[in-house]
Each structure stands twice: as C-alpha cells, then as structure tokens.
C-alpha cells in the first residue's frame, strides 16, 4: 500500500516545543520543520527541486520480526511553497517502511534503505506520493536497534553507496543471480541506479558504519559506531576500496576479508559518541574556515561537530571540534544535511529510541523532535540558488559544460546530469571542457566522461591522466577504475611514479581491477618503497586483486624486503596452494621488522606448516634469543603447540634456551591442545619458588584445569608462604562446583571480607566459595560477613547456598543477615526465590517480604531515579574520584578509567561526554533497562554440564573467550559447546544505588560526570 497523507502545519515558531542550540558567533539558528509537520525525523535529503525527503520514525521500539510485520514508519516529504526557508508542507511519500534510514534522491526516483535492503520509490503521476516500489538491492539483516543498513549516497562516479553493520548478509546480483558476499562482517556496498553491479567496496568488524560523503575528488568519508571494542571508541574513517578496520576483537569477521597487513586507522578517533549522519559542505557560503571540513551530529552528546581535513600521505586526519550544542537531554541529533544556499539543516530525532542507546533508558515519545536550519547572520545565499531558471532541456552540451564550474554546487550537479543524459552526443563538449583553466570545470567533465562510460568517453578521460593539477589526476585514475578502461593501462603504471600518493593509491586501485599482470614489476617497485598504511594497502591490494601468482613468485627474490613482503601477503590471500612455508619462514629471520612481522603473522595461520614451524625453532633456540626472536618464538610456540611435530621437537629436545614461562604461556593460550608431558613442566613450575614462573603455570592450569590438577593446587593454597592473591587463585582452580572445602582454606576465602581486603580479592573469593559445598557451620559463619558484602559480591556468596545443607537455622540466619545488607538491593529477586526454596518452609514464605520489596524497586524505577536526582545533588567530583578509586560501590571490579579498572563493563574514561546524571543514576540502579552494545550477556553451557555466564569480548574461528563477572577471560573451544545463549541481562547487579549513601552516589556521579 502506497499512502497518500497531507497536512498543513502551523507556523513552526508557534510549536510548543523548538529547542535551544548553541552555535559559534555570528551564526543564527532557525526552527523550519517542527511537529506535527514532522515527528521523529531521522535522515534525509533533498531533490533537485528543493524537497526534502525524510526518513521519519513511528516512534516505536521493535525488534526485526515485529518491525517486519508492522512496518510503522514512512518517508515524508517536506515543502516550502513560499520560499522563505521555512517548511510549511508535509505529505507522506511512502508508508509501510520497517526502518527507513537514509534517503537520496537519483534519476526520479527516491532510493532509500530499509531492511532487508534498498528501494527504489517513484511518483509516476506527479501527485508527490510514490505510487511505485521496488527492491533493488536485498538481503541485509537486522534486529530493529538501528545498527544496520544505512543509505544511500550517491557518489559523483553515478554509483549509489550503503552501509550494513555487523549483523550477517547473503547478497545475490539482480536479488536471485550470482552470490556477491555472505558473511558478518559490515560493509559499504555499492550498485549501479538500476541494481546491477553491487559490489562490496570495504569493510571489517566495526559494529555499524552509519553516513557516507565524498568530496569532488571522490575521497569517501564516513562516521562509525563502536570502531573498536577496547578502549570503546567511534571515529571518522576515510574509507578505501578494499581496506580492512577493526573491531580487532572480531577475529572470525576479521577473516571474512582479504588482509594487506594491519587494520586501517581513521581519520580521528572520536569516543563513544554515537556518531550518525555527516556532510561535507561545497559551498563556500561559510568561509575558508570551514572548507574541506566534515561536519556530523553526534546522537549521545547533543552536538554537531566538525572535523577540518588534513591531507597527510594517501589518507587524512582531523581531530572533531564542536560547532553545535544543545543542552536538552531529550535532543539526538541524527543527521546535518547542506541546502542549496548553503546553510545547513540539522536534524533533531527527539528521545523516542532506546534499542541499544546508551543514553536513553527509557523511550519519551512525547519529545518528538525537529528539523533546523544553521547559517550565518546576514548571508544572503545566491539568486535561483538550485538554477531553476535555467533552460536544462534546452541547453546545448556547450552551454551545459559551461556550468560545471558554477559557484552553485547543485547546479554543477544538475549540470553533470544532464550531459550524462545526452550521451554521446556530449562527449565532444566534455573533452573540449578537459582544456579548461577551472579545476571544478575539468574535474566534473572527467566524471560526467566516467558515468557516460562509452569508449569514447573513456579515451576522453585518458587524456586526463597526466593533468598538472594531481586531483584532476586521482579523478582520472578513479575513471579508469569504474569503467575498467583496459587502454589506460600503461598510463596507470606510469602514475604509480606520482608526486602525489593519492595519484598512486588510485593508480594502483584501478591497475587491480583491470589484472593486468604486466603491472605487477612496477607495484613491486612501489611497494619496496616505504609508505603510510593507506596507500602500502592499495598496492598490495592491487597485487591480490591481479592475482597471478607467478609474476608475484618473482617479487619473493626481490632485493628490497618491503617488496618481499607485499608479495608474500598477496599471494597467502589467493586462493589455492601459492605461497610455501619455505619463504615465509627465512623471512622470519629477516633484519626488516615489517617483513618479519608479517612472516609471523602468515605463519600462524597455517597449521599445516608443523614440519616447517619445528625445524625453525629447533634451529632459532640453540642459541641465545633476542627480544625479536624471543617474540616469534613465543608465537609460534603457542600457534603450533596443536602440530605433533612441535610437540615431538618439545619432547625429544629440552631446549634449554626456550624460557619456561614462554612455554607456559604457550600452553596458556592453546585450550585445544593438551600433551601429557607438559603435566610434570606445570607440576613442577607450580611448586616453583619463583612467583613469576608459579602464576605462569596457574594461567596454564586455568585452560586446562581438567586435567588432575586439584590436589596440587589445593596444596598451593594452603601454603602460607604463598601470596594471598595466589593462593586464592589456586583455591579457585582447586573447587569444583559441589567441591567440599577444608578449614584453612575456608577462612583464607573469608578473609578479605573480614579484614576489608580490595574489591578484586573479595571477588575473586566469593567466586571461589560460590562454587564450593560448604558444611553446616561454615554456611552459618559466611552469613556473618554478608551484611558488609558489597553488591556483586553478595550475588556471587548466595551460590553457595545453592548447595550443602538446608536447615531452618540456616535460613533464618541467611534471611536476617540479607536484611541487614545495604547490598541486598543488587540481588536479583530470582536468586533469592531459588535460594530460599531449597530451605524447609516456611523459609520461602517468611522471605517472600524481602524478595518482594526488591521487585517493587524494579517495578518503580522511573520513581526511584527521580528520587535520586534529588537526593545525590551537589556532589563533588574530586571527593567521588577518591571514593571511586578506593573501590566504593566496586565500580572498578568491572569499569576502567584511564589504565585502572576491569573490563567487563563499558570504559568510563570519557562518560561525561555522553550522559547526564539522571542517565548515570538510571544505569547504575537499574542496569539491565539498556544494555550497551558489545556488553550483552551470554549463557554458554559445554558438553561435560559446565554452564558460565559473561560477555563474549572476542572470539576465533575454534575458541569463545568468556568474560566473567569475577574478570577472568574463560577460553571455552567450541567443539565442546552445546548451546550459547544470549541472556536479557546486565552482569552488573542492580540496586548499586542502595548500597552507598546519598552523600557518597552524589560525589560518584559528579566525578563520572567530569570525565570528558
């Protein structure tokens, strides 16, 4: 069903509800769309006509199936029929959208995504609603959060780009031809208007690319959330074809991409900040300050920033600047979008979103947004500023040319259309405008030449390959990449010589998509040469793309080790037996730190090579080791301890200059391979008095913690001679779930609730007795510390209840000792009912009180944070560092500030920048209201009935690392899980709020507040 509603709205400046934006001097903030012209705006863009087309929201939080089956939101088309800047008209476009997140107008038609992909919309009969849809582009999942597809962009080569998150795709050309990607990793796509072509221009494991913008040369820019896990950060990436970014944590979504070395750097770094929708501006309405500057809307801290671009190498850098604030807690900005006079509108959503928002616990439908204009005072923008005047139909491709270097950007763009459209018949006038003085003039001609794309277009572009000016020169480069112009082939060798590294990064793009491998000397060549990341990348890349394994064999002699290197990486991507283990492993001994280091980085990732991995480290240990040689050693111990003839060469040979706590770690980090005559280096090593050499061997017991290790652990931690940490540690590993505790140990565990020992080592011991069976008396004494247990602590003690004797004393002393506990309000009411009916009745019933007044905690928690707002005013933030840092409320057990901290919570080292103190207070009493993204629980459960429960901060292609809520990393392999389940719920407890006082939440906040 296609909708068809319009509405008139009243003058925006009588709304109820225009929110206050702060902007640099000499600029004006001017409300011109407000409700119920629009409500819950999200992305949006204009037409040649100056419609703004907008994605608007229902205002609804849904999954993916319940977004899928009601489809509540539209796109809605904005007016201004009286041309004074302000929108006084609104008329739904389309209806029946699950999630429309982008919009770009191309061609006649609005293309616009929204799961499972990209439309194409058309309003045939001229009445401004679509009365045509069609799915051009499928297959991208969702779950309803936002993190997904985003789109499109219309790049000036004439393809449509979009963004997918990491949420898995099967992508088919045409919707049903040949299979373009399937994976989980996100991506930036591309297509032809018409669908055909997609094609995956980059990628790797960020959660979710949000914006696109290019600027006149082509250079793509785009804003991510959750670049990378830890520290947590967002950024401005300067995307390349082929380039590889983190999350570095995601190693399966990693190994979906074709590597050229490292992970690609942004642009800037930028917190977490949420950042959404970004623009480039290309008028010159603003000034030379803010030419080449990106600006983009941050959704957690109520900003518009703006990054000023600085060519350094092949790529650029910035670092963000803020442009725009608003102070209301209920303003999200989501997009900035440049007008044709060349003020900027920026998009307000409103508070309605709270799927994975860290700022928003609960939605507030009634904050409903808004869309507003930012220009400077007085700017008078230029007349028929769109050249609506102009005779487009008529013009002659003369006439036409003549207006690709007009100061009115949209103009220039409509004027590219238009020659594109004429075709052949503009290609004489094109190749004439390539002799013109103006940049914008010749660098336009060069893209209309690429989107005509015929072969006289593309030997018009050629001519453009050795133009003075090196941007008009990357132009003519990218033409040759999008129309594969196999003639441009010896003029693109010529070009990887370049003054310019951006000439040469796309030189070498389109030399790789023609694979001509006569091109393959000179990449060689310019790879030997060092570079920046981005555009060692590009050459590398290129030699993969060709991928002719017998010109890049050659490269393996070349003199130069960087060439070396770029042919070894190249070939260890091609498919198929092409790279040997023989010169990879002499290049290991290489003096070129970055050719050693890429030599390992190959090596371990080819299990296959045992036999050659063995006869290198029996020859690299014979002697002393360097700190170089010590670390691939030490890599490719712990990569190939799995290959039997590593483990025969540890066996038959002691090798005594390979360091014992290098081989432990080794043992460490392989949980899926065991060798029974590692048994007596960790028994022996464990009873060692060297403290460094003991814990090495207790972090190797931990993997493999099955294998018969319990006496001799028990023993360690019983030793007094030993440190406290690690007699513990041994405890731990010693206790088994139901395992039976003695005496010494047992008052080892309590002590640190006695003695008010750190947060960390009250941890550690409550996991430890938590997974004991404690006897009668000892259940009946750890009830005496429980009333001084902090929160999470007190939720790990209550296990042990699960298990022993269940008499009525016990439960009387447990339920009156929880009473008492200021950290009762962390327990989730669920344990407390599980514990409580393994006790006689009435046990259950004399509790149900208790268990009562934590749920109505739960069920009042708008209430709750409202009190609290009032009763933790005026903290002071130095008071609240001091407290946090002492281990109050055990923030630390699980948060980092700076280096100091756990991390199985969010970094809060820059937490003020993105919430207020009712947000703060709202996580910490209720923490499973949101969960941020990357910190979801999960349920593992193996095969032998072990079940643990943490976040999931990485994983491999065989291993699951299970982060614990007492901060220890559990590799878990995954041939041996059963079932991993996410779970709805925070691993921090609730109720954080209770255990402090008000005094001492207030100091908290305001210190959680200063950090920026």
């Avoid at 509800?17 to 903030?29: K, L, N, S, Y």
């Avoid at 995307?239 to 944590?249: E, L, M, N, Q, S």
């Avoid at 290609?427 to 690429?450: C, F, G, I, K, Q």
């Avoid at 193996?942 to 990485?954: E, F, K």
């Amino acid at each position: 069903m296609i909708a068809s509603a319009v509405a008139t709205a009243q003058p925006p400046a009588a709304n109820p509800r225009p929110v206050a934006i702060q902007v640099p001097a000499g600029f004006e903030v001017i409300p011109v769309a407000l409700p119920p012209l629009v409500t819950f705006p999200m992305l949006g863009n204009f037409d040649e006509r100056g419609r703004l087309f907008v994605a608007e929201n229902a205002g609804v939080n849904l999954d993916e199936k319940e977004l899928d089956a009601k489809r509540p939101s539209c796109i809605t088309m904005l007016e201004d029929t009286d041309g004074d800047g302000i929108f006084d008209r609104s008329t739904v476009f389309a209806d029946q959208l699950a999630f429309p997140m982008g919009a770009v107008w191309h061609e006649g038609a609005l293309f616009v995504t929204s799961a499972p992909g990209l439309w194409r919309l058309e309003d045939r009969d001229g009445d401004g609603r679509a009365d045509s849809r069609a799915l051009v582009a499928t297959g991208f999942k969702s779950n309803g959060n936002a993190a997904d597809v985003h789109g499109p962009f219309l790049h000036p080569n004439g393809r449509l780009y979009w963004c997918h998150g990491r949420k898995g795709h099967e992508v088919y050309q045409n919707g049903g031809g040949a299979l373009v990607s399937k994976g989980l990793g996100a991506r930036i796509w591309s297509c032809r208007p018409d669908g055909s072509d997609i094609q995956v221009y980059a990628g790797g494991g960020m959660d979710n690319p949000v914006e696109l913008a290019f600027n006149q040369e082509g250079e793509m820019f785009g804003t991510v959330n959750i670049f990378q896990g830890s520290p947590r950060s967002d950024a401005i990436l300067h995307w390349v074809h082929g380039g590889v970014y983190p999350r570095t944590d995601q190693e399966p979504v990693i190994a979906e991409f074709k590597r050229t070395g490292d992970l690609l750097p942004p642009v800037a770094f930028i917190g977490h900040v949420a950042p959404a929708g970004i623009a480039l501006p290309r008028s010159e309405a603003w000034g030379a300050d803010y030419r080449n500057n990106l600006l983009y809307a941050e959704f957690n801290t109520h900003r518009i920033m703006r990054v000023p671009l600085e060519r350094t190498g092949a790529t650029y850098r910035g670092a963000a600047q803020v442009f725009a604030t608003a102070a209301d807690s209920g303003v999200h900005f989501t997009d900035v979008i440049e007008d044709a006079d060349g003020s900027l509108l920026v998009i307000d959503t409103g508070a309605w979103f709270r799927r994975g928002c860290p700022t928003s616990v609960v939605s507030r439908p009634d904050i409903t947004g808004g869309i507003y204009r930012i220009r400077r005072i007085g700017a008078r923008g230029p007349a028929d500023p769109r050249g609506n005047a102009i005779a487009w139909t008529a013009s002659s491709p003369e006439a036409l040319t003549a207006l690709l270097g007009d100061p009115r950007y949209v103009v220039r763009d409509r004027a590219v259309a238009e020659l594109v459209k004429r075709g052949a018949a503009a290609v004489p006038a094109l190749t004439t405008a390539l002799e013109n003085t103006h940049y914008l003039v010749r660098s336009n001609a060069v893209w209309a030449l690429t989107r005509i794309g015929s072969p006289a277009a593309q030997s018009a572009a050629r001519r453009a390959l050795p133009d003075h000016d090196a941007r008009i020169r990357e132009v003519a480069c990218q033409s040759a990449f999008i129309t594969s112009d196999s003639h441009a082939a010896e003029a693109l060798i010529a070009r990887l010589g370049d003054d310019s590294p951006s000439v040469q990064r796309e030189a070498a793009r389109a030399l790789g998509r023609l694979r001509n491998p006569k091109a393959i000397p000179a990449l060689g060549a310019a790879a030997a040469i060092p570079h920046d990341p981005i555009l060692t990348h590009a050459l590398i890349y290129a030699l993969i793309e060709i991928d002719s394994p017998a010109e890049t064999q050659a490269l393996l002699n070349h003199r130069e080790p960087l060439a070396r290197r770029a042919a070894m990486i190249a070939l260890d991507a091609s498919a198929g037996e092409k790279l040997g283990a023989a010169p990879v492993f002499a290049a290991l001994r290489d003096q070129e730190p970055a050719l050693r280091s890429a030599a390992l980085k190959i090596a371990v990732r080819h299990p296959e090579w045992g036999r050659a991995a063995a006869d290198y480290l029996a020859t690299a240990v014979a002697g002393t080791l360097e700190p170089a040689a010590k670390e691939v050693v030490a890599r490719l111990v712990a990569a190939f301890l799995s290959a039997q003839e590593v483990r025969d060469w540890l066996r038959a040979s002691p090798a005594p200059a390979l360091d014992p706590v290098l081989l432990l770690d080794a043992i460490a980090g392989a949980p899926n391979a065991w060798d029974e005559s590692w048994r007596e280096l960790l028994a022996s090593s464990l009873r060692s008095p060297d403290t460094h050499r003991a814990q090495a061997a207790l972090r190797a017991i931990a993997t493999h913690r099955q294998r018969g290790f319990s006496a001799l652990l028990q023993d360690v931690g019983r030793d007094t001679s030993r440190p406290a940490a690690m007699r513990v540690a041994a405890l731990r590993l010693a206790t088994g779930v139901g395992t039976e505790m003695d005496a010494g140990s047992f008052d080892l565990l309590l002590g640190p609730f006695v003695v008010g020992g750190t947060p960390d080592a009250r941890l550690q011991a409550a996991t430890v007795l938590a997974e004991a069976k404690l006897n009668r008396a000892q259940l009946l004494k750890l009830t005496d510390v429980m009333p001084g247990a902090g929160p999470v602590e007190l939720q790990q003690l209550l296990d042990a209840f699960q298990r022993g004797p269940a008499d009525a004393e016990t439960a009387a002393r447990l339920l009156g000792q929880l009473t008492k506990s200021p950290g009762r309000w962390g327990v989730r009411p669920q344990t407390l009912q599980a514990v409580f009916l393994r006790f006689p009745p009435p046990a259950h019933e004399n509790a149900g009180p208790l268990i009562a007044e934590i749920m109505n905690q739960n069920a009042a928690k708008d209430a709750r944070v409202t009190e609290l707002e009032t009763l933790a005013g005026g903290g002071d933030p130095a008071r609240g560092r001091a407290a946090f840092f002492a281990g109050t409320g055990a923030c630390l057990t699980c948060h980092r500030v700076g280096d100091t901290g756990g991390v199985l919570g969010p970094d809060l080292s820059h937490i003020g920048r993105i919430r207020t103190s009712r947000d703060l207070l709202e996580a910490i009493s209720f923490p499973s209201a949101t969960i941020a993204r990357g910190y979801e629980a999960f349920q593992v459960t193996t095969r032998d009935g072990n079940s643990l429960l943490g976040t999931i901060p990485r994983e491999t292609s065989d291993t699951v690392f299970l982060l614990t809520a007492d901060g220890r990393e559990n590799p878990v392999p995954r041939a041996t899980i059963t079932k991993q389940e996410p779970i709805a719920m925070s691993l921090m407890p609730p109720g954080l709020d209770r255990a402090v006082e008000p005094k001492v939440l207030a100091d908290l906040v305001a210190f959680l507040r200063s950090l920026q």
